[in-house]
């Protein structure tokens, strides 16, 4: 005669499912932490003003330019003029586009940045990026 397998005790089962409890509990919170912190928006300061770069030389702010972040809505900038601009996540493009007397794009550059490079203020001098874009 075969012997069937002893039961598994109560307290066995139950234990094992306390544990699955909360095993997915924590996942959830792990989830709910990354969202919020991959979906987060950052409202940024965009300025364009005269900056001393790293090697010791004055440049000059940038006459008119638009400014993309994450291809979103245009940022308008003039020469010493600040504004706003949105970035959701961590990781961004900044696309800035350098305009004529007729607002048209003369020239074009791309950089990424992340919000940890610009530390807490979130400000960005927008010709010191142009310049960094090369």
Same mark, same amino acid.
């Given at each position: 005669m075969?012997?069937?397998?002893?039961?598994?005790?109560r307290?066995?089962?139950?234990?094992?499912?306390?544990?699955?409890?909360?095993?997915? %509990?924590? *996942? &959830?919170?792990?989830?709910? /932490?990354?969202?919020?912190?991959? #979906? @987060?928006?950052?409202?940024?300061?965009?300025?364009?003003?005269?900056?001393?770069?790293?090697?010791?030389?004055?440049?000059?702010?940038?006459?008119?330019?638009?400014?993309?972040?994450?291809?979103?809505?245009? %940022?308008? *900038? &003039?020469?010493?003029?600040? /504004?706003?601009?949105?970035?959701? #996540? @961590?990781?961004?493009?900044?696309?800035?586009?350098?305009?004529?007397?007729?607002?048209?794009?003369?020239?074009?550059?791309?950089?990424?940045?992340?919000?940890?490079?610009?530390?807490e203020?979130?400000?960005?001098?927008?010709?010191?990026?142009?310049?960094? /874009?090369?």
């Amino acid at each position: 005669m075969s012997q069937l397998p002893t039961p598994v005790s109560r307290r066995r089962i139950i234990l094992k499912h306390v544990l699955v409890n909360v095993v997915l %509990v924590v *996942l &959830l919170v792990l989830l709910g /932490a990354w969202c919020y912190s991959e #979906g @987060k928006t950052y409202k940024i300061t965009l300025g364009n003003s005269a900056f001393t770069g790293r090697d010791g030389f004055e440049y000059p702010a940038l006459e008119a330019v638009e400014v993309f972040i994450d291809r979103e809505e245009p %940022v308008f *900038l &003039l020469e010493d003029d600040s /504004a706003s601009g949105k970035a959701m #996540g @961590k990781k961004h493009t900044m696309e800035i586009r350098l305009l004529d007397e007729n607002d048209k794009p003369i020239k074009s550059r791309r950089i990424q940045f992340t919000i940890a490079e610009l530390g807490e203020e979130l400000e960005i001098n927008v010709a010191e990026f142009w310049l960094r /874009a090369k």
